[in-house]
Protein backbone atom coordinates (compact mmCIF):
# COMPACT_ATOMS: atom_id res chain seq x y z
CA UNK A 1 0.00 0.00 0.00
CA UNK A 2 0.81 3.84 -0.90
CA UNK A 3 1.54 5.74 2.44
CA UNK A 4 1.11 8.88 0.34
CA UNK A 5 -2.03 10.24 0.25
CA UNK A 6 -4.11 10.62 -3.13
CA UNK A 7 -5.37 14.25 -3.27
CA UNK A 8 -8.19 15.03 -5.16
CA UNK A 9 -7.80 18.00 -8.26
CA UNK A 10 -10.54 21.19 -8.95
CA UNK A 11 -11.65 19.46 -11.56
CA UNK A 12 -11.79 15.93 -9.91
CA UNK A 13 -13.72 17.67 -6.97
CA UNK A 14 -16.50 19.33 -9.60
CA UNK A 15 -16.96 15.93 -11.11
CA UNK A 16 -18.56 14.70 -7.93
CA UNK A 17 -21.55 17.26 -9.06
CA UNK A 18 -22.32 13.89 -11.03
CA UNK A 19 -23.79 12.53 -7.81
CA UNK A 20 -26.01 15.54 -6.71
CA UNK A 21 -27.12 15.34 -10.35
CA UNK A 22 -28.16 11.88 -10.12
CA UNK A 23 -29.67 12.35 -6.35
CA UNK A 24 -31.82 15.51 -7.86
CA UNK A 25 -32.71 13.25 -11.15
CA UNK A 26 -34.44 10.94 -8.31
CA UNK A 27 -36.43 13.46 -6.74
CA UNK A 28 -37.64 14.73 -10.05
CA UNK A 29 -38.60 11.38 -11.16
CA UNK A 30 -40.45 10.60 -7.72
CA UNK A 31 -41.35 14.31 -7.33
CA UNK A 32 -39.76 14.52 -4.23
CA UNK A 33 -39.85 18.77 -4.39
CA UNK A 34 -36.44 18.17 -3.07
CA UNK A 35 -34.54 19.74 -5.76
CA UNK A 36 -33.81 22.93 -4.68
CA UNK A 37 -33.04 21.79 -1.24
CA UNK A 38 -30.41 19.48 -2.16
CA UNK A 39 -28.77 22.34 -4.78
CA UNK A 40 -28.62 24.87 -1.64
CA UNK A 41 -27.40 22.05 1.04
CA UNK A 42 -24.87 21.06 -1.44
CA UNK A 43 -23.70 24.58 -2.01
CA UNK A 44 -23.65 25.07 1.59
CA UNK A 45 -21.18 22.25 2.10
CA UNK A 46 -18.76 22.84 -0.44
CA UNK A 47 -18.72 26.57 0.94
CA UNK A 48 -18.37 25.41 4.39
CA UNK A 49 -16.45 22.70 4.48
CA UNK A 50 -13.86 24.53 2.07
CA UNK A 51 -13.79 27.63 4.87
CA UNK A 52 -12.84 25.22 7.36
CA UNK A 53 -10.38 23.54 5.70
CA UNK A 54 -8.62 26.77 5.71
CA UNK A 55 -9.76 27.95 8.77
CA UNK A 56 -8.19 24.26 10.19
CA UNK A 57 -4.94 25.14 8.08
CA UNK A 58 -4.52 28.59 10.40
CA UNK A 59 -5.45 27.15 13.29
CA UNK A 60 -3.07 24.05 13.06
CA UNK A 61 -0.37 26.61 11.92
CA UNK A 62 -1.12 28.82 15.12
CA UNK A 63 -1.19 25.91 17.17
CA UNK A 64 -1.30 27.76 20.38
CA UNK A 65 -3.22 26.23 23.98
CA UNK A 66 -5.35 29.50 23.78
CA UNK A 67 -6.55 29.55 20.48
CA UNK A 68 -7.59 25.80 21.02
CA UNK A 69 -9.79 26.56 23.69
CA UNK A 70 -11.30 29.41 22.16
CA UNK A 71 -12.11 27.24 19.05
CA UNK A 72 -13.34 24.68 21.02
CA UNK A 73 -15.53 27.03 23.15
CA UNK A 74 -17.03 28.88 19.98
CA UNK A 75 -17.96 25.00 18.36
CA UNK A 76 -19.73 24.25 21.78
CA UNK A 77 -21.33 27.64 21.42
CA UNK A 78 -23.31 26.57 18.17
CA UNK A 79 -23.48 22.74 19.39
CA UNK A 80 -25.19 24.20 22.46
CA UNK A 81 -27.76 26.31 19.66
CA UNK A 82 -28.38 23.54 17.50
CA UNK A 83 -29.47 20.98 20.52
CA UNK A 84 -31.84 23.60 22.04
CA UNK A 85 -33.69 24.08 18.69
CA UNK A 86 -33.60 19.77 18.23
CA UNK A 87 -36.26 19.64 21.48
CA UNK A 88 -39.56 18.97 20.45
CA UNK A 89 -40.88 17.93 24.04
CA UNK A 90 -39.34 21.88 25.41
CA UNK A 91 -39.83 24.86 24.97
CA UNK A 92 -37.49 27.77 25.42
CA UNK A 93 -34.73 25.61 26.71
CA UNK A 94 -31.70 28.08 28.18
CA UNK A 95 -29.01 27.47 25.67
CA UNK A 96 -26.25 28.24 29.34
CA UNK A 97 -27.25 24.73 30.28
CA UNK A 98 -26.67 22.92 26.73
CA UNK A 99 -23.50 24.84 26.60
CA UNK A 100 -22.00 23.97 29.69
CA UNK A 101 -23.02 20.43 29.35
CA UNK A 102 -20.72 20.41 26.46
CA UNK A 103 -18.19 22.47 26.76
CA UNK A 104 -17.20 20.78 30.02
CA UNK A 105 -17.87 17.29 28.61
CA UNK A 106 -15.51 18.22 25.28
CA UNK A 107 -12.84 19.58 27.67
CA UNK A 108 -12.87 16.76 29.97
CA UNK A 109 -12.82 14.13 27.62
CA UNK A 110 -10.32 15.59 25.07
CA UNK A 111 -8.05 16.34 27.77
CA UNK A 112 -8.26 12.71 28.48
CA UNK A 113 -7.93 11.14 25.01
CA UNK A 114 -4.77 13.69 24.72
CA UNK A 115 -2.75 13.42 27.64
CA UNK A 116 -2.99 9.38 28.47
CA UNK A 117 -3.70 7.72 25.43
CA UNK A 118 -2.44 9.81 21.84
CA UNK A 119 -0.17 11.73 23.96
CA UNK A 120 0.96 14.22 21.21
CA UNK A 121 3.37 16.73 22.16
CA UNK A 122 2.42 19.00 23.31
CA UNK A 123 -0.69 17.56 24.57
CA UNK A 124 -2.78 20.65 23.30
CA UNK A 125 -1.55 19.85 19.67
CA UNK A 126 -4.23 21.54 17.35
CA UNK A 127 -4.27 19.01 14.71
CA UNK A 128 -5.40 16.20 17.43
CA UNK A 129 -7.67 18.18 19.77
CA UNK A 130 -9.47 20.39 17.27
CA UNK A 131 -10.77 17.14 15.22
CA UNK A 132 -11.61 15.13 18.40
CA UNK A 133 -13.93 18.00 20.13
CA UNK A 134 -15.42 18.20 16.73
CA UNK A 135 -16.11 14.82 16.56
CA UNK A 136 -16.95 14.68 20.95
CA UNK A 137 -19.32 17.76 19.67
CA UNK A 138 -20.96 16.38 17.34
CA UNK A 139 -21.98 13.02 19.06
CA UNK A 140 -22.64 15.15 22.38
CA UNK A 141 -24.99 17.06 20.82
CA UNK A 142 -26.98 14.23 19.81
CA UNK A 143 -26.78 12.60 23.60
CA UNK A 144 -28.10 15.66 25.45
CA UNK A 145 -30.81 16.21 23.06
CA UNK A 146 -32.06 13.16 23.77
CA UNK A 147 -31.59 13.09 27.22
CA UNK A 148 -33.50 16.43 27.79
CA UNK A 149 -36.18 15.28 25.23
CA UNK A 150 -36.50 12.21 26.65
CA UNK A 151 -36.30 13.51 30.83
CA UNK A 152 -39.26 15.83 29.94
CA UNK A 153 -41.28 13.84 28.06
CA UNK A 154 -40.96 10.68 31.16
CA UNK A 155 -42.46 13.36 33.08
CA UNK A 156 -45.12 14.29 31.40
CA UNK A 157 -46.32 10.66 30.84
CA UNK A 158 -46.08 10.21 34.85
CA UNK A 159 -47.06 13.49 36.18
CA UNK A 160 -49.25 11.70 38.69
CA UNK A 161 -46.88 8.99 40.20
CA UNK A 162 -44.54 12.14 40.58
CA UNK A 163 -46.94 14.41 42.03
CA UNK A 164 -47.86 10.85 44.09
CA UNK A 165 -44.39 10.86 45.39
CA UNK A 166 -43.41 14.51 46.00
CA UNK A 167 -47.05 14.07 48.16
CA UNK A 168 -46.03 11.81 50.47
CA UNK A 169 -42.56 13.52 50.70
CA UNK A 170 -40.23 12.93 48.05
CA UNK A 171 -37.55 15.79 47.63
CA UNK A 172 -37.55 16.53 43.73
CA UNK A 173 -34.71 14.82 42.95
CA UNK A 174 -36.21 10.92 44.51
CA UNK A 175 -39.52 11.68 42.73
CA UNK A 176 -37.87 11.81 39.27
CA UNK A 177 -34.53 9.77 39.39
CA UNK A 178 -36.21 7.30 37.73
CA UNK A 179 -36.60 9.20 35.01
CA UNK A 180 -33.41 10.34 34.75
CA UNK A 181 -32.33 7.01 34.68
CA UNK A 182 -34.47 6.16 31.64
CA UNK A 183 -33.18 9.49 30.13
CA UNK A 184 -29.65 9.10 30.32
CA UNK A 185 -30.11 5.22 29.32
CA UNK A 186 -31.76 6.79 25.71
CA UNK A 187 -28.87 8.93 24.99
CA UNK A 188 -26.81 6.58 25.75
CA UNK A 189 -28.75 3.40 23.29
CA UNK A 190 -27.83 4.69 19.84
CA UNK A 191 -23.95 5.18 20.74
CA UNK A 192 -24.28 1.22 22.33
CA UNK A 193 -25.82 0.55 19.31
CA UNK A 194 -23.07 1.64 17.06
CA UNK A 195 -20.60 -0.05 19.18
CA UNK A 196 -22.21 -3.34 18.32
CA UNK A 197 -22.22 -3.09 14.43
CA UNK A 198 -19.15 -0.87 14.14
CA UNK A 199 -16.51 -2.97 11.95
CA UNK A 200 -19.12 -5.75 10.52
CA UNK A 201 -21.86 -3.50 9.67
CA UNK A 202 -20.14 -0.43 8.47
CA UNK A 203 -16.37 1.26 8.49
CA UNK A 204 -16.58 4.41 9.98
CA UNK A 205 -15.82 7.98 8.20
CA UNK A 206 -12.58 8.36 10.86
CA UNK A 207 -11.24 4.52 9.87
CA UNK A 208 -12.27 5.03 6.30
CA UNK A 209 -10.64 8.76 5.66
CA UNK A 210 -7.48 7.20 7.32
CA UNK A 211 -7.30 4.51 4.46
CA UNK A 212 -7.73 6.32 1.86
CA UNK A 213 -5.12 8.75 3.27
CA UNK A 214 -2.57 5.91 3.52
CA UNK A 215 -2.77 4.42 6.81
CA UNK A 216 -2.15 0.85 7.81
CA UNK A 217 -5.90 -0.76 8.54
CA UNK A 218 -4.28 -2.12 11.53
CA UNK A 219 -3.56 1.42 13.19
CA UNK A 220 -7.19 2.93 11.64
CA UNK A 221 -8.97 0.37 13.36
CA UNK A 222 -6.85 1.59 16.15
CA UNK A 223 -7.83 4.99 16.30
CA UNK A 224 -11.56 4.68 15.32
CA UNK A 225 -11.48 2.04 18.50
CA UNK A 226 -10.53 5.36 20.27
CA UNK A 227 -12.88 7.66 18.40
CA UNK A 228 -16.03 5.14 19.33
CA UNK A 229 -15.02 4.98 23.05
CA UNK A 230 -14.80 8.45 23.68
CA UNK A 231 -17.99 9.48 21.90
CA UNK A 232 -19.61 6.64 24.13
CA UNK A 233 -18.24 8.37 27.11
CA UNK A 234 -18.68 11.86 25.62
CA UNK A 235 -22.48 10.92 25.44
CA UNK A 236 -22.61 9.53 28.72
CA UNK A 237 -21.19 12.37 30.52
CA UNK A 238 -22.87 15.30 28.19
CA UNK A 239 -26.65 13.59 29.09
CA UNK A 240 -25.44 13.32 32.96
CA UNK A 241 -24.25 16.68 33.55
CA UNK A 242 -27.28 18.44 31.27
CA UNK A 243 -29.88 15.90 32.74
CA UNK A 244 -27.81 16.83 36.45
CA UNK A 245 -28.68 21.11 35.96
CA UNK A 246 -31.70 21.09 34.32
CA UNK A 247 -34.15 18.37 36.78
CA UNK A 248 -35.19 21.04 38.81
CA UNK A 249 -36.06 23.45 36.57
CA UNK A 250 -39.21 20.67 36.32
CA UNK A 251 -40.18 22.14 39.41
CA UNK A 252 -41.17 25.44 40.97
CA UNK A 253 -39.75 27.12 44.15
CA UNK A 254 -42.33 24.79 46.13
CA UNK A 255 -40.74 21.95 44.44
CA UNK A 256 -43.85 21.01 42.80
CA UNK A 257 -44.43 20.22 39.10
CA UNK A 258 -44.33 23.40 37.16
CA UNK A 259 -47.95 23.84 35.49
CA UNK A 260 -46.89 23.37 31.89
CA UNK A 261 -45.78 20.03 32.33
CA UNK A 262 -49.44 19.27 33.30
CA UNK A 263 -50.32 20.11 29.12
CA UNK A 264 -48.31 18.90 25.70
CA UNK A 265 -46.78 21.65 23.97
CA UNK A 266 -49.30 21.50 21.32
CA UNK A 267 -51.97 22.46 23.93
CA UNK A 268 -50.00 25.36 25.23
CA UNK A 269 -49.50 26.51 21.36
Request: charge should be neutral.
Amino acid sequence: MSPQIIPISDSQLILTGILVLITAGISGIFQLGLVKSLLWGTIRCVLQLSLVGYALAWIFSVNRLELVIAVIAMMALFAAQTSTRRTPNISDFPTLLAFVSLVTTTYLVATIVSLAIIQPSPWYEARIIVPISGMILGNAVSGITLAIDRLYSEVRSHVEQVEALLSMGASPWEAVHDLVREAIRAAMTPTINALMVVGIVSIPGMMTGQILGGANPVEAARYQIVVMLMIASAAAIGSMILVGLSFKRLFTKDEALKPELFRSLSQRD
